[in-house]
């Protein structure tokens, strides 16, 4: 079956250290997008690639970095400089129009 | 700017007590207002796609119904299985095509 997975599912990062969360996809996407979910808050968007080699920042991208080297993967990197990382993260594609994005299973990340 | 307003923020019935969430939207032409569903833990599932005012898409306990300015999501006699946070998201015509997201609505349903 086509689908996003998302690992890990859990993830704790330590102050000052980097995480990548992977996504990958074979639903044959072009356009691909990474969220993050707060309570309270909904889902906001960190980056999105809509091709490969290319990728815009969203709304919150500061602190987080992204690579589209191939169709299927788009990993998101959490870096030191992000100083309120803990959050659920969603990675999203986005293929018909018709049933707008079909989403991942999520990674949580804790900082301990 | 495109936004979504979604009511109520939690929503708690009983067992067979039906309801209606609303999705409340502005945007610059509408391409398409989605449904999602999301569980504690998981991510979203696509419910419905409207895109025109007077459509309404229905699947087992849930009709979705759209106007120009605000989409419902009626839950007619639910059970405890219903509760999970209910998104609404709304596209525009062109662009980056990118979904505006309401911030949901916790329903939980009591046996």
Redesign the interface.
């Known amino acids: 079956d086509g689908g996003i997975t998302q690992s890990p599912k859990y993830l704790f990062r330590k102050e000052g250290q980097n995480v990548t969360l992977s996504c990958e996809q074979n639903l044959n996407h072009d356009a691909m997008y990474w969220y993050r979910q707060d309570p309270g808050q909904g889902l906001r968007l960190i980056y999105y690639s809509q091709i490969v080699n290319d990728f815009q920042k969203g709304d919150i991208a500061e602190g987080y970095s992204v690579s589209r080297e191939k169709k299927e993967s788009f990993p998101l990197t959490v870096t030191s400089a992000q100083k309120n990382p803990t959050a659920f993260y969603l990675c999203a594609t986005l293929g018909s129009s018709s049933r707008g994005y079909t989403f991942g299973s999520g990674t949580r990340l804790t900082v301990v | 700017e495109d936004q979504v307003t979604q009511s109520p923020?939690a929503l708690r019935l009983q067992e067979g007590e039906s309801s209606s969430l609303n999705c409340s939207y502005t945007v610059s032409g509408l391409?398409?207002l989605?449904w999602?569903r999301q569980d504690p833990?998981?991510?979203?599932?696509?419910l419905f796609?409207l895109y025109s005012a007077g459509e309404e898409k229905e699947k087992e306990r849930l009709k979705a119904t759209l106007t120009k300015k605000e989409s419902f999501l009626h839950i007619t006699a639910p059970k405890p299985e219903d509760s999970a946070t209910y998104?609404c998201?709304v596209?525009a015509r062109g662009g980056?095509?990118?979904?505006t997201?309401?911030?949901?609505t916790s329903l939980i349903v009591h046996p």
């Open positions: 923020e391409r398409g989605f999602y833990g998981k991510g979203p599932e696509f796609t998104l998201a596209q980056s095509y990118i979904p997201f309401g911030r949901g």
